[in-house]
């Protein structure tokens, strides 16, 4: 595949997926008052904003979106920033989100905030899940199963609220 770069999916086709999961999230959470989605810095964030809005169109619950950040090519506890420290996590369902799972790295360590609040429920959300994991998590809520060689790389753009899914 050398230097080729393949659509995937194209913004119609990923905002249909997100709008099709913000479905499914709610049938998951329909009993609950709150519902916080963390969305992971960079493109894991946009994600959650798109299916922020998706879900405010469709049901009525209390929703809080707040930004981690965190080292993508060093995650650790101590490189992992909440945007809003202020909401309470505990005994709340908790939506995970990411645009791209891969190894589950970045995943396992977005997870320890929510974890350690002692939360009611987490779920994670992925756009793409391409099934390399090195680290005991997945997705439960998936826009596309890639199956990929570990040379091949899955680029997610976001310009203007359009986005692309590339292999290469």
Do not use: W
Not at 67 to 72: A, N, S
Not at 98 to 125: E, Q, R, W
Not at 148 to 164: P, S
């Amino acid at each position: 595949m050398s230097g080729q770069k393949i659509q995937i999916l194209n913004d119609l086709q990923v905002k249909q997926i997100i709008k099709r999961i913000a479905y499914q999230v709610y049938e998951n959470n329909f009993n609950e008052k709150e519902l916080i989605i963390g969305g992971i810095d960079g493109n894991g964030f946009a994600v959650a904003q798109m299916l922020l809005e998706q879900l405010t169109d469709i049901c009525k619950l209390k929703i809080s979106l707040i930004k981690i950040g965190i080292d993508k090519k060093d995650p650790s506890e101590k490189n992992l920033t909440l945007s809003d420290s202020k909401i309470a996590l505990k005994n709340k369902n908790i939506l995970l989100v990411d645009d791209v799972l891969n190894t589950g790295k970045t995943m396992v360590y977005a997870l320890l905030p929510f974890i350690k609040a002692h939360s009611k429920k987490i779920h994670t959300m992925v756009l793409v899940d391409r099934d390399h994991k090195s680290f005991p998590v997945n997705a439960d809520f998936i826009g596309i199963s890639l199956s990929t060689t570990l040379q091949e790389h899955v680029t997610v753009t976001i310009e203007r609220k359009k986005v692309n899914i590339f292999l290469s």
